[in-house]
Every structure is written in C-alpha cells, then in structure tokens.
C-alpha cells in the first residue's frame, strides 16, 4: 500500500482486494476525501447487490465523503461522479462520452464506468457515502466474460492507446471535488443544469424495469434532486434511483 497525491488528496494504492468499498469501510473514521484504489478486485460490486469485473488495467476506487446534504440529493451525488468522468475522458481524450442515469457513463453506446454510492444517514442527512468509481480503463474487452462485450467497453478500445491511470485519477478527483463544493453548499439547480447537459437522454424514449412494473415513456427532465421525471402514458413518473432495475434508451 502505498500513499500519493497533491496535498489536499490521500490516496492509497492496494493491490488486489476484495472490493475498496469494504477496504474503505473498514478505514472508520478518515479525512474526508481518503481515496482507496485497486489495481484488482476479487469481489467487486455494483448496483443492487450485482457483481462488478474489475481486471486489472481498470480503475477501481472508492472516495470517503460526509457530505451531510439531505438524502433527498443522493442521486446528484451519484451523477456528479458520473459529470466528473465525462469531463477527464473529454479532457483527456477528447472523446464524448455520456452520463446514463442514474449511476453510468457510457460511451458510443456501451458503458465504461459504474458508479456506486453506499451511504449512512443520520437525521435525513448522508453522514458518509462511500463512492465506488469503476471506470474500464486499460484493458482489452476481452477481459469481461463474453455477455457483457457488446454492452460494455473500454477506454483502451476506444481511443487506442493506454491512459495514466493516476493521472486520469486524478483528473476525475479534481472535477469531483469542484463540483462537491457547489454540491455541499447547496447549489443544486446549477449543478442539475450542468448534469443535464451531458445526459443524451433528455427528450429520447427510455423503457425502465421498476420493481414490479416495466414503463415506457419520454424523458423530460431532471428534477432538482436528481430524480428523473419521464412521461409515459399513464402520465408523468418520477423515477427514483434506488428503484431501478434497469433503463434503456430505445
Ligand atoms: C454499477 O454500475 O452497478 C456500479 C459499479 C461500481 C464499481 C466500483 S469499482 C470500485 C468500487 N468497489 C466496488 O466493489 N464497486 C465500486
């Protein structure tokens, strides 16, 4: 293990783990901002108690916040996670990737990053949210098991050459840590507006699996709290994220 970054950044590097969620949890109390990366993960995990790939050549990484904000804005933290990757990919390669609601960055139609915030609230308010970030990074496709390459990809693929893995770290860091600021102060409409401009799916049709129900409908906004707001026909729907199964663009 071994400790990096500017000044303001605490950034451990571990080599295979099971998952730097569980490694980051088992931190307790550490400087806001501590970020736990791994060059492997044995048992990562993403939404919904599903199981994330992290090969090697990925970024897998956990960030340890205590934003204190209503839970009500759990969704704004997960996009801008997801608003901070779009930028270092842009920034770095100039290509445009997307922010799929809620939780993913796609790319050319396949996802490239998940995102995963697990949090504990105290009084209506996130007291700690540990942020799982896994963008697939310098890896061939073929390194995911066969029914995910045509839903998946990889920056390697896409833009042909290999990426700094510390130096795109840090990139979505600091794009994070802008963005975290204006999120803890409170400036939701503004970020909401930022975040709605990378999301290709405004105005598009989407279909969505909720629990108990599949709906089909027109996506017309993002409400400040970072729900969705579709219309469908059986009127307008606010999708909350942790009901989503799953969401796609037809
Ligand atoms: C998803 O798309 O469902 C979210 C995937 C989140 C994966 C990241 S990788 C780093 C962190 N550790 C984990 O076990 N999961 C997150």
């Not at 050549?57 to 801008?80: D, H, N, Q």
């Not at 842009?90 to 922010?99: F, P, S, Y």
């Not at 990378?198 to 599949?214: F, H």
Request: a negative charge; proline letters at 3%; hydrophobic letters at 40%.
């Amino acid at each position: 293990m071994e400790e990096v970054g500017p000044r303001d950044l605490k950034i451990y590097f571990y080599d295979v783990v099971d998952s730097t969620q569980d490694l980051a949890r088992s931190l307790g109390a550490v400087e806001e901002f501590t970020v736990v990366v791994a060059r492997e993960q044995i048992k990562g995990r993403g939404r919904l108690g599903r199981g994330w790939y992290s090969p090697p050549g990925g970024l897998w990484f956990t960030i340890i916040l205590y934003p204190k904000t209503p839970i009500s804005t759990y969704a704004i933290l997960c996009l801008l996670c997801s608003l901070s990757i779009v930028k270092a990919i842009e920034d770095v390669t100039g290509l445009k990737a997307h922010i799929k609601w809620p939780n993913d960055v796609y790319l050319k139609n396949k996802k490239i990053a998940g995102i995963l915030v697990e949090s504990d609230v105290i009084d209506e308010l996130i007291s700690r949210a540990l942020v799982g970030i896994g963008v697939n990074l310098n890896f061939q496709i073929e390194s995911l098991p066969e029914e995910l390459r045509d839903k998946a990809t990889t920056l390697l693929e896409e833009y042909g050459e290999t990426i700094d893995r510390e130096v795109f770290l840090i990139k979505i860091l600091k794009e994070l840590k802008k963005y975290y600021e204006e999120y803890r102060a409170g400036a939701y409409q503004k970020l909401v507006e930022v975040i709605k401009s990378r999301m290709e799916m405004i105005g598009r049709t989407v279909s969505v699996s909720l629990d108990q129900e599949d709906v089909t409908g027109l996506v017309k906004d993002l409400e400040i709290t970072g729900n969705l707001i579709i219309e469908s026909t059986r009127g307008e729907i606010v999708l909350n994220p942790s009901k989503i199964k799953k969401l796609e663009l037809i």
